[in-house]
């Protein structure tokens, strides 16, 4: 009765770790299939922009051996009005080797985004949230993103994330940032 007892205990409890190790095994699966989603997103002069998710960042469509900014940024956020500037000296100073990607995440629509380029000059790539189709949210998901902005995720050539940074940065730490990662 004794050896039944712990058999069945034995059991139990093989049937336990089999479970885990099953519940473990399909997250990292399933992680690994979040990772490769393709997203095809129009800016807002209604070209598509094709984004695949890989291991370790992002590719980029026509961005192929590009050093990549992709800023999250709002119409109404200060700060981000203020790397506006700083976004089109760069993209005009090194547009063989640069390509800047803004997704709008205040609202505006396809429309309203586009006459707020226009006004500020905007020599880049500008798309609104609401055409991501859940872009940001899986954006948010893999850099732990928690709806601060700006909020930059700068790319290397190879779509490599290599720098995540909420918040502002001065015009010469991202321009060391561009010639550090196209030399490489």
């Given at each position: 009765m004794y050896n039944d007892y712990n058999t069945n205990k034995k059991r139990l409890y093989m049937k336990q770790i089999?479970?885990?190790l099953l519940l473990i095994s399909s997250f990292f699966i399933s992680a690994q299939?979040?990772?490769e989603q393709t997203f095809s997103i129009p800016d807002v002069n209604g070209k598509v922009h094709q984004f695949t998710g890989t291991?370790?960042?992002?590719?980029?469509?026509?961005?192929?051996?590009?050093?990549?900014?992709?800023e999250f940024f709002g119409?109404?956020?200060?700060?981000?009005?203020?790397?506006?500037?700083?976004?089109?000296?760069l993209q005009k100073k090194y547009k063989?080797?640069?390509?800047?990607?803004?997704?709008?995440?205040?609202?505006l629509d396809?429309?309203?985004?586009?006459?707020?380029?226009?006004e500020r000059g905007i020599n880049y790539t500008v798309i609104s949230d609401s055409n991501t189709g859940g872009f940001t949210s899986y954006i948010a998901q893999r850099s732990d993103w928690r709806g601060s902005i700006p909020f930059l995720i700068?790319?290397?050539?190879?779509?490599?994330?290599?720098?995540?940074q909420p918040g502002l940065m001065p015009e010469e730490v991202l321009e060391n940032a561009i010639k550090e990662l196209s030399a490489n």
């Open positions: 089999l479970t885990v299939a979040n990772n291991k370790d960042g992002l590719k980029v469509k026509g961005a192929e051996g590009k050093v990549v900014f992709l119409h109404m956020c200060p700060p981000c009005r203020k790397s506006i500037p700083h976004l089109i000296n063989d080797k640069l390509a800047v990607i803004a997704i709008e995440v205040q609202g396809n429309a309203q985004l586009k006459a707020f380029a226009k700068i790319l290397d050539k190879k779509g490599n994330v290599r720098y995540i």
